[in-house]
């Protein structure tokens, strides 16, 4: 097996600290040691090649827990208005013009197409430093799709327990139980609840509901919690159960997010970005909302960056039960990586400036994925291509290259298509799909599934978005738990445009966010933007 050993400033995330002058020494998947540098070297590491990232931080991968990546081809929506809960903006018909109905378009597509949409919205997390994504679930031919980072919900690690999911609201007694049964299955469970402001009737319901129904166990990860008060907050901390926080999210829609106060009574609480039509394109563009949220504290109430940076690693494995093996540079830990350049001396500071620019490596079980050119030359210069393919693209002006494990679609090739697709949606039906394809010819004509199963995603928050919801059983997503609503009446698609992959590469991206009717003073104008200004 591969070893090589990694000479950098070390952020462990764990009991080591942060270690300025520290050697990662790896081993295949693995971590073998995380020293400092005067440490001699574990057996088996004698002149082993010494990659020296003096000008780096290293991190543990971060963690997404709360994504609807499905969508994440999508752009920001305006949001039209405040809403209290969420059957209030599911309902609107400018939502469903600009999101669902181009969405459910996108995701009836032919394999083709919706193996570019997880290609790309994978890239889009891998590209801000994630390495492990809540919410992207396969089916039919799911063998036949390789991903690039880990899926909580389909991990294939034995070690690594499967989450299961539900967005939907529980109320019928049915509905119930079968919920507990899940819930005694002791697998981590992700569960949307308190979905919207105190002033939602169907919220505060859903408080009662679980709270009476006894299902707040410590294998249940709460999404949202926005109608929780604070004695909610202290029986999901008696229960054991976490939160996970998505406060661009919240308030786009919502224009409320939870008090930094509850979160910090909370140990662990996990970040998540939710999906880009209102909310984070990635992991570090939604800690540095977070900050700002933070920094509307009392300076003795806040989370403080630390805090917030355990949110995406070692305190978000913890949540998911995956904290023994992921979340820490460790021994013994899983190689899931993340190498940072430099640009201030607090470490955890330098996370939360970072943007997708300052990305310099992102590993996952112990292959290098993606990063700067010259890096992942470096890096890969003796590796077993195991994931031999290779692609190219620019991001905030630095050269980047990406591993892939097979021979497409590359980005090019993926953005082709979705783009065409978003642009053409009334086109995407299976028999007119053959008119899209010169867009991604080369690829799509290799890409048909192989043998019977057809590739396709799961579809967690509707399909036509009918009202009134109703949650149904899903017996390709695991858990059987998505959620479905019988199709309406049709939805004029809108047209729509695909973004691009990062912020850093978006000039107009923050100024749009900065304009929403829904949020607080303190994130118009430039406080977003800042982050991204290219370093002087």
């Given at each position: 097996?591969k070893r090589?050993?990694?000479?950098?400033?070390?952020?462990?995330?764990?009991p080591?600290?942060?270690?300025?002058?520290?050697?990662?020494?790896l081993?295949?998947?693995?971590?073998?040691?995380?020293q400092?540098?005067?440490?001699?070297?574990?057996p088996?590491f004698?002149?082993?090649?010494?990659?020296?990232?003096?000008?780096y931080?290293v991190?543990?991968?971060?963690?997404d827990?709360?994504?609807?990546?499905?969508?994440?081809?999508?752009?920001?929506?305006p949001?039209?208005k405040?809403?209290t809960?969420?059957?209030?903006?599911?309902?609107?018909?400018?939502?469903r013009?600009q999101?669902?109905?181009?969405?459910?378009?996108?995701?009836?597509?032919?394999?083709p197409?919706?193996?570019a949409?997880?290609?790309?919205?994978?890239l889009?997390?891998?590209?801000?430093?994630?390495?492990a994504?809540?919410?992207?679930s396969a089916?039919g031919?799911?063998?036949?799709?390789?991903?690039?980072?880990?899926?909580?919900?389909?991990?294939s690690?034995?070690?690594?327990?499967r989450?299961?999911?539900?967005v939907?609201?529980?109320d019928?007694?049915?509905?119930?139980?079968s919920?507990?049964?899940v819930?005694?299955?002791?697998?981590?469970?992700?569960?949307?609840?308190?979905?919207?402001?105190?002033?939602?009737?169907?919220?505060?319901?859903?408080?009662?509901?679980?709270?009476?129904?006894q299902?707040?166990?410590?294998?249940?990860?709460?999404?949202?919690?926005?109608?929780?008060?604070?004695?909610?907050?202290?029986?999901?901390?008696?229960?054991?159960?976490?939160v996970?926080?998505s406060?661009?999210?919240?308030?786009l829609?919502?224009?409320?997010?939870?008090?930094?106060?509850d979160?910090n009574?909370?140990?662990?609480?996990?970040?998540?970005?939710?999906?880009t039509?209102?909310?984070?394109r990635?992991l570090l563009?939604e800690?540095?909302?977070?900050?700002?949220?933070?920094?509307?504290?009392?300076?003795?109430?806040?989370l403080g960056?630390?805090r917030?940076?355990?949110a995406?690693?070692?305190?978000?494995a913890r949540?998911?039960?995956?904290?023994?093996?992921?979340?820490?540079?460790?021994?013994?830990?899983?190689?899931?990586?993340?190498?940072?350049?430099?640009?201030?001396?607090?470490?955890?500071a330098?996370?939360?400036?970072?943007?997708?620019?300052?990305?310099?490596?992102?590993?996952?079980?112990?292959?290098?994925?993606?990063?700067?050119?010259?890096?992942?030359?470096q890096?890969?210069?003796?590796?077993?291509?195991?994931?031999?393919?290779?692609d190219?693209?620019t991001?905030?002006?630095?050269?980047?290259?990406?591993?892939?494990?097979?021979?497409?679609?590359n980005v090019?090739?993926?953005?082709?298509?979705?783009?065409?697709?978003?642009?053409?949606?009334?086109?995407l039906?299976?028999?007119?799909?053959?008119?899209?394809?010169?867009?991604?010819?080369?690829?799509a004509?290799?890409a048909?599934?192989?043998?019977?199963?057809?590739?396709?995603?799961?579809?967690?928050?509707?399909?036509?978005?009918?009202?009134?919801?109703?949650?149904?059983?899903?017996a390709?997503?695991?858990?059987?738990?998505?959620?479905?609503?019988?199709?309406?009446?049709?939805?004029?698609i809108?047209p729509?445009?695909?973004?691009p992959?990062?912020?850093?590469?978006?000039?107009?991206?923050?100024?749009?966010?900065?304009?929403?009717?829904?949020?607080?003073?303190?994130?118009?104008?430039?406080?977003?933007?800042r982050?991204?200004?290219?370093?002087?």
């Amino acid at each position: 097996m591969k070893r090589c050993i990694l000479a950098a400033r070390l952020v462990t995330m764990g009991p080591a600290g942060v270690l300025a002058t520290g050697h990662l020494y790896l081993k295949g998947d693995r971590i073998v040691a995380a020293q400092d540098a005067t440490v001699p070297p574990p057996p088996g590491f004698a002149g082993v090649t010494v990659h020296d990232l003096s000008g780096y931080d290293v991190l543990p991968g971060l963690m997404d827990l709360h994504n609807h990546p499905a969508y994440n081809a999508l752009p920001l929506w305006p949001v039209p208005k405040r809403y209290t809960g969420r059957s209030q903006w599911l309902d609107d018909k400018r939502y469903r013009a600009q999101v669902s109905a181009p969405a459910t378009a996108l995701l009836k597509a032919p394999s083709p197409y919706l193996r570019a949409l997880a290609r790309y919205v994978e890239l889009r997390s891998l590209m801000g430093g994630c390495t492990a994504l809540q919410g992207l679930s396969a089916k039919g031919g799911s063998t036949h799709y390789r991903g690039l980072v880990r899926n909580f919900e389909e991990t294939s690690n034995g070690g690594l327990p499967r989450a299961r999911t539900r967005v939907a609201d529980v109320d019928s007694d049915d509905e119930l139980k079968s919920f507990a049964e899940v819930l005694d299955s002791q697998q981590p469970t992700f569960f949307h609840w308190a979905e919207g402001t105190a002033e939602n009737p169907s919220a505060v319901r859903q408080v009662s509901v679980v709270r009476e129904h006894q299902l707040l166990r410590p294998n249940l990860i709460c999404i949202h919690c926005l109608a929780l008060t604070r004695d909610d907050h202290q029986a999901l901390r008696d229960a054991g159960s976490h939160v996970v926080w998505s406060p661009l999210s919240n308030l786009l829609l919502y224009g409320k997010t939870l008090d930094p106060a509850d979160l910090n009574t909370h140990h662990p609480f996990a970040l998540g970005c939710d999906w880009t039509p209102s909310g984070s394109r990635n992991l570090l563009q939604e800690l540095k909302v977070a900050h700002l949220v933070d920094q509307q504290q009392e300076v003795d109430q806040r989370l403080g960056t630390e805090r917030l940076v355990k949110a995406l690693t070692a305190d978000a494995a913890r949540v998911v039960q995956w904290g023994g093996q992921l979340g820490q540079l460790r021994a013994g830990y899983l190689a899931d990586l993340l190498v940072v350049r430099r640009r201030h001396d607090d470490p955890y500071a330098n996370l939360l400036h970072a943007t997708e620019r300052e990305v310099a490596a992102v590993w996952v079980d112990g292959v290098p994925l993606y990063g700067d050119a010259d890096l992942m030359l470096q890096l890969s210069a003796a590796d077993t291509p195991i994931w031999p393919h290779w692609d190219t693209l620019t991001v905030g002006g630095v050269p980047k290259r990406l591993r892939l494990p097979d021979a497409g679609p590359n980005v090019s090739a993926c953005m082709a298509l979705l783009s065409q697709a978003l642009a053409h949606p009334e086109a995407l039906a299976p028999s007119a799909a053959p008119g899209l394809a010169p867009a991604g010819a080369d690829w799509a004509a290799s890409a048909a599934p192989v043998g019977p199963a057809a590739f396709g995603l799961v579809f967690d928050m509707g399909d036509d978005l009918a009202s009134p919801p109703q949650a149904e059983p899903a017996a390709d997503q695991p858990g059987g738990m998505a959620m479905a609503w019988a199709p309406a009446h049709p939805t004029p698609i809108k047209p729509l445009t695909l973004a691009p992959l990062t912020v850093v590469d978006d000039p107009d991206y923050c100024t749009t966010i900065a304009q929403s009717p829904n949020l607080p003073d303190y994130l118009r104008g430039d406080a977003l933007k800042r982050f991204y200004l290219a370093p002087q």
